[in-house]
């Protein structure tokens, strides 16, 4: 019998402005269908934790796209992380080791892909922007004084510059994430 494992599934670009629509109920519903346990969304912005046979991350991440495709005729980039690894991603954020840090202030860009040296070299920090960011592995830091509404930095800057698709949670949602799969 294989280890059973606890997995966060993070897609990418649904139910946002009108687009992409999944109901999460339908969603979970499916996952369960389709033999995953103990599926729970959280918003509706494509967070999902479930456990499943213990697996090769790419491999699950490509089987969960098939699923969404077959079921909702959606392309969407899914990118799935262990409940050990969302914890170790909450403790490489660089931004919580200083003393003044408002958690509202942060954000996390899971990139489907680690950028190649090349690529970081490509990205030139726009000017007079007082967010700032540290790209660690596939994963972006990021800390937005004005929110992430107004920055430079979104999920299209990180595409274009880094060839690679992204997307974006607040820290709130991080922290939920981990909470819901007992890592917190």
Known sequence: MKEVQKYIAILRGVNVSGKNLIKMSALT??????????????????NLCFSAARQNLPDLQR??????YRQFGLLVPVIVLTAADL?????????????????KDLYLTFLTKIPTDLERESLEHPGN???????????????????????KFNNTFFEKKLNTSATTRNWKTVLKLLEMVGAQ
């Open 29 to 46: 519903e499916l996952l369960f269908q389709e033999g995953f346990g103990e599926v729970k969304s959280y918003i509706q912005s494509g």
């Open 63 to 68: 089987n969960l796209s098939e699923i969404i």
């Open 87 to 103: 914890l170790r991603v909450q403790q490489q954020n660089p931004f919580l080791k200083e003393a003044d840090v408002n958690i």
């Open 129 to 151: 922007v007082p967010d700032t960011y540290y790209i660690i592995n596939n994963l972006v830091f990021l800390k937005m004084s004005q929110g992430y509404g107004k920055t």
